[in-house]
């Protein structure tokens, strides 16, 4: 098996420095390599999928080992706007055209459900990480006029799932936001994502996984029987399971015209920002493209983000970051009719996108016992929580009802 292939093509993950890098209780006690060569499941990457990867395996029998080349919680989820939202980037009423009816009733309600177990859990452990339960506002934007806002709130309802359509007048009266119409729901969250995933990493670890960083895995070999892994420090480590939550920073073996890597930027002000009282209990998004979106933390940044384009390495250009990042505050202030303090932090990084929306969550096709976890699209957070239950299921060999929605088809098919 050769040892030097980059299986997981590495790419700088986030320019410039996101705001949570400076969070307290990010750092974890790590070991350098893996105990020993043999396991119930390696999985690969130290993020939030990991994390509740790794929260959804460890059952104290297993033995479970978590390896990441970077720091634990340094990637992806370092640079997250960390919005924990039910609702998925293609509306269902679209979504119902895409994939039909049914499927996408299941993954909406799925998404919902999601979001109510990331809040037992952080709750569970206890985790401080500035978990708070939110409102979602989504409003009417040039891609999704008040029309098909109406038409997605009755989509909602026929699936059980809570919305509140508001007209102009209402939307004008309670949020003193001018467009045509939004809806209003109740199932979000927002966190600071690399306190919650360093804060799930170390429950995992009190009962007995294993997290090794830096620690590289540069090739695969997968059999009926077991996966075998090379690692960058020479050794073969062997498994019954593989599960790779590697982010961004995907398989080649699960490329697909489906998914794309984009460039977003977002910023946070400083603490103690004015901003309308609202904003305490609601996350905003719109209905365009490009589309804005944002929401205040505890101690009162706001954070927005947005700015989408369709390339793989946009987000490495200061220069694009500082533009974008004047567009995302001048279109905060213009909606919300105030003046932002210069943000103390901007940040770009490469984001994953599917045309559905959804993830890709699942063993891989011609990979036997090897799983992939893509948590792609803006709720890659509440999606890593579906992944954990899905791929915790299929391991425990009692699969899961929903798992079809997120399968990764084979390339042949
Ligand atoms: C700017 C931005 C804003 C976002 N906003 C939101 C939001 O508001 N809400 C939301 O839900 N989601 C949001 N997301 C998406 C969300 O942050 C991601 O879906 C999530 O963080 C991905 O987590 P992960 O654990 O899969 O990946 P990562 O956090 O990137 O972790 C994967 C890890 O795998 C490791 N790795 C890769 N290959 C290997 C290998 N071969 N060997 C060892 N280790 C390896 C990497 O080092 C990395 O640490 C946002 C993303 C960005 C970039």
């Known amino acids: 098996m050769p040892k030097s292939r980059d299986i997981t093509r590495q790419r700088n993950l ?26 119930d499941v390696i999985i690969v990457g130290a993020g939030i999928s ?14 479970v080992l978590v390896a990441d080349r970077r720091r634990p919680v340094h990637g992806s989820t370092l640079a997250s706007t960390a919005m924990i939202q039910h609702e998925i980037d293609v509306p269902l009423h679209k979504l119902a055209g895409m994939i039909g009816e049914e499927k996408a009733r299941r993954a909406w309600q799925r998404s919902a459900r999601a979001v109510e177990q990331l809040t037992r859990i952080v709750a569970d452990i206890g985790i401080s990480c500035g978990f708070e339960r939110k409102a979602t506002l989504f409003l009417a934007g040039d891609e999704y006029g008040h029309r098909a806002l109406r038409t997605e709130t009755d989509a909602r309802h026929a699936a059980g799932i809570e919305a509140d359509f508001l007209n102009a007048a209402a939307l004008a009266d309670r949020f003193s936001i001018d467009r045509s119409g939004a809806i ?15 804060g799930i990493l170390r429950a995992a670890a009190a009962r007995g996984v294993e997290i090794a960083s830096p620690l590289e895995i540069t090739d695969i070999r997968a059999t009926a029987q077991g996966v075998f892994l090379a690692t960058a420090d020479g050794r073969i480590l062997s498994a019954r399971h593989a599960v790779f939550c590697s982010g961004y920073e995907f398989l080649e073996a699960v490329a697909d015209k489906d998914h794309a890597i984009i460039s977003t930027w977002a910023l946070a002000t400083p603490p103690g920002t004015a901003l309308p009282d609202w904003l305490k209990d609601c ?3 719109e209905g365009a493209d490009p589309y804005l979106y944002f929401r205040r933390t505890r101690d009162g940044r706001l954070i927005a983000g947005g700015e989408d384009e369709e390339s793989e390495d946009a987000y490495a250009s200061p220069k694009t970051l500082t533009r974008k990042a004047a567009t995302i505050r001048r279109k905060v202030e213009a909606l919300l009719g105030l003046r932002l303090p210069e943000p103390d932090h901007v940040w770009a990084a490469p984001f994953g996108t599917t045309r559905t929306g959804l993830p890709l969550i699942g063993c891989i096709p011609g990979l036997p016992n090897v799983f992939a976890v893509m948590g792609f699209g803006g709720n890659g957070i509440t999606f890593s929580q579906i992944a954990a239950e899905i791929v915790s299921a299929q391991i425990a060999g009692h699969g899961d009802a929903d798992a079809d929605l997120f399968a990764f088809r084979s390339r042949q098919s």
């Open 283 to 285: 996350i905003v998004w």
């Open 184 to 198: 209003l729901s109740d199932i979000s969250a927002s966190a600071n994502p690399a306190q919650m995933a360093a």
């Open 50 to 63: 990991g994390a509740l990867m790794a929260h959804a395996l460890a059952d104290g029998k297993r033995g």
């Open 14 to 39: 986030h320019e410039s420095r996101p705001v949570w890098a400076d969070s307290p209780r990010i750092s974890l006690r790590t070991q350098k390599t893996a105990s020993h060569g043999d396991y």
